[in-house]
């Protein structure tokens, strides 16, 4: 039996555009800097340096910058109302 009833996309045009714009506003550019003291770095196209540290492994501040800036863009677009983990201005919370 086919159904003629259209689902709704699995992701709203608005949020897949904010990923895609967070992807492309975060990439690592250049070459990874080695420092004195095991440092290393490298630069993200948003401007931000980023870097290990005493716990945590260059690769992973990349993913979580990643994942930041996708939370963030996400999270703007959002519609009012979608029941939230982390606390959102008034006018967005459900009714």
Do not use: F
Not at 14 to 37: F, N, P, Q, W, Y
Not at 66 to 91: H, Q
């Amino acid at each position: 039996m086919t159904s003629t009833h259209d689902s709704p996309p699995a992701v709203s045009a608005a949020m897949h555009e904010a990923k895609i714009r967070a992807r492309a506003s975060h990439v690592t550019v250049g070459l990874v800097r080695h420092l004195d003291g095991g440092l290393v770095e490298i630069d993200c196209s948003c401007g931000m340096v980023l870097t290990n540290g005493p716990q945590w492994s260059l690769d992973e501040h990349i993913r979580l910058h990643r994942a930041e800036a996708r939370y963030l863009a996400v999270s703007a677009v959002a519609p009012a109302g979608m029941p939230r983990l982390i606390p959102v201005a008034e006018d967005r919370l459900p009714r």
